[in-house]
């Protein structure tokens, strides 16, 4: 079946760097993509990868390998408001859009 | 410009009624798709529109269907509910069928007692 795997939970301390994981098993593969849902809130776009290397925006970056099947989510600098599940997706051969489970992502101060 | 708007923000209903959901995407956006997030399950795929045509579904019954509109609204409803379909139905607008960033809205509460 196809499937997107990332971490349940994650805890990271303020000021620190983290990366969350995501390995996928689809057929067919046109990108990774990863959003941000706080509490309560809406998922929101953090970035894109068609291609292998890594995307950098500000504090986050996003690392895409095509080979192995496998991305992950860098956020640097953390901050407390950084606290959110993070879900990483893809649309598959079938164009059909498929999300992860998300990580929740904790800071300690 | 204008958000995603999902209308209602909330809504109880009683098993075996129906339910339909309404999402007004960006303003040119032409690209509309339904998810359900549940706290078990995360958000899973239900359909995707584009020019008013349904480009995909996942694998929900028959019971889930949807459509779209010439303005680019789209609806989705739900027969017979059950217990299991309440969830938070998250509607999400792209520029194009193709398009690598999605814009979701709010979401609509559902409640099924």
């Known amino acids: 079946g196809q499937s997107l795997e990332q971490p349940s939970e994650v805890t990271a301390v303020e000021g620190a760097i983290v990366q969350i994981n995501c390995t996928y098993q689809?057929?067919?593969?046109?990108?990774l993509s990863w959003y941000q849902q706080h509490d309560g809130g809406a998922p929101t776009f953090l970035s894109y990868n068609a291609l292998d290397g890594l995307e950098e925006t500000g504090r986050f970056s996003s690392f895409l390998s095509r080979s192995d099947s496998y991305g992950y989510l860098l956020l640097q600098e953390l901050q407390m408001k950084d606290s959110a599940s993070y879900f990483c997706?893809?649309?598959?051969?079938?164009?059909?859009?498929?999300f992860g489970k998300g990580t929740r992502l904790h800071i300690l101060p | 410009k204008a958000g995603v708007t999902q209308t209602p923000r909330y809504l109880i209903k009683t098993r075996g009624q129906q339910v339909t959901l309404s999402c007004s995407p960006i303003?040119?956006?032409?690209?509309v798709s339904w998810y359900q997030q549940t706290p078990g399950q995360g958000l899973q795929f239900l359909f995707e529109y584009f020019s008013e045509t349904q480009r995909n579904k996942g694998n929900f019954p028959g019971r889930f269907s949807g459509r779209q509109f010439s303005n680019s609204r789209s609806e989705m409803n739900v027969s017979t509910l059950e217990l299991g379909d309440s969830a938070l139905y998250l509607c999400a607008s792209s520029s194009s069928a193709v398009d690598t960033e999605a814009f979701f809205g709010q979401g609509t509460r559902l409640t099924v007692v």
């Open positions: 689809t057929s067919g593969f046109y990108g």
């Open positions: 303003s040119g956006h032409r690209s």
């Open positions: 997706a893809v649309r598959d051969g079938d164009d059909k859009i498929i």
